[in-house]
């Protein structure tokens, strides 16, 4: 059998409903050769059947890696990578619905044979007017956030562009590109591997193209929660880590300074309900907040040797200069303001909804 021109990777875990919708939805036309391989990390809730039943009758080749345990994103999308000879690999969250042509938009990006990474434009799936993500954007402490998340779909990112990186909840990457970088690190386990992989990559001077004809609907925190005390640690860990992997040296220093600020300006935002702080309320939740924050600066503060080992391995394949990599960390920067205050985009959007 000819290999197709993209394999579409869907790693699940527990999420047997959403997982039907998202594979329904490569149904409509997709302007592309493909096929799907989904990975299930140990699910017990009937999600392989779902899996099964929709292969059955599928117009393409669906493919079924089956774990044992949950092994997390990063591990389970590598396996499905391994598992695939085509020359471009999308990757779609099991909580994600492609919208038609998607996978043909992304394939457009890669006329330039330095594009090695295509992000989509996703939209909340409750409303499709509010963005999810357009792209990526970083703060100098290492945090990055979706660009336009929360703001009302105007069409002020209906433009081709490039950005920083793509969102691993629905992006398109060159398989000569993972051929050179390597694939996502599993030390990671889930969330900021899309951003270590697309910083990698870009260090190595390769460009990502945000294409917006590419859409798909996303639920939101729907795999651990938005305010689950697990992600807020995974987040803030893996920030640190990346940081420690890829920024200069003069930049990592200053990474407190950032850190403290950014942890200020939430405070400040809370204390006036905004942000994604100020939706957690009572002092017993915020207490938890803060102790998922510093378990996370311990789990990372433990891996730290172990990711400056990375960092040196990695030398060869920089094409960047110090100096290009901080104009590049500055051209696609959040501001502080934004950053803490992002969820209130969603909150009045929310009340124009109403």
């Known amino acids: ?3 197709p021109q993209v394999t579409v990777i869907v790693v699940n875990h527990n999420r047997a409903e959403l997982l039907r919708q998202c594979l329904l939805s490569l149904l409509a036309p997709q302007g592309a050769d493909f ?8 699910s017990t809730d009937g999600s392989v059947q779902v899996v099964e039943e929709f292969a059955a009758r599928a117009p393409f080749r669906v493919r079924l890696i089956r774990n044992k345990t949950n092994l997390g994103f990063c591990a389970a999308n590598n396996q499905g990578i391994r598992a695939s000879r085509a020359p471009f690999v999308a990757l779609l969250n099991n909580d994600a619905e492609a919208g038609p042509g998607w996978l043909g938009a992304l394939l457009e990006a890669f006329a330039d044979s330095r594009v090695g990474m295509a992000a989509s434009k996703i939209l909340v799936h409750e409303d499709p007017r509010v963005i999810d993500k357009a792209g990526h954007l970083i703060y100098l402490d290492g945090q990055n956030r979706g660009r336009g998340t929360g703001e009302l779909d105007r069409g002020q990112y209906d433009r081709r562009e490039e950005v920083l990186w793509p969102d691993g909840c629905a992006c398109m990457y060159r398989r000569a590109m993972l051929d050179e970088i390597g694939l996502f690190d599993e030390d990671l386990f889930a969330y900021g591997d899309d951003a270590e992989l697309g910083l990698r990559a870009r260090i190595a001077a390769w460009r990502c193209l945000y294409v917006p004809e590419a859409v798909v609907r996303h639920h939101r925190g729907a795999t651990l929660g ?3 005390p697990r992600r807020i640690a995974l987040i803030e860990r893996n920030r640190v880590l990346l940081a420690t992997k890829h920024f200069p040296w003069d930049l ?15 405070a400040w935002a809370a204390l006036r309900g905004r942000g994604e702080a100020g ?4 002092a017993g939740a915020r207490l938890r907040l803060l102790a998922a924050l510093l378990q996370g600066d311990l789990e990372a503060f433990m891996r730290i040797p172990a990711t400056l080992r990375k960092r040196r391995q990695l030398r060869p394949l920089r094409r960047m200069s110090n100096s290009e990599i901080r104009r590049l960390l500055w051209r696609h920067r959040i501001g502080l ?4 205050e992002q969820a209130a985009f969603a909150a009045a959007a929310d009340g124009q909804r109403a």
């Open 252 to 266: 990592l220093l200053l990474n407190p300074l950032f850190y403290a600020a950014r942890l200020a300006a939430g």
């Open 226 to 228: 938005v305010a689950s």
């Open 279 to 282: 939706r957690i309320r009572g």
């Open 35 to 42: 096929e799907v391989i989904v990975v299930d990390n140990g």
């Open 1 to 3: 059998m000819q290999e």
């Open 337 to 340: 303001r934004e950053l803490s």
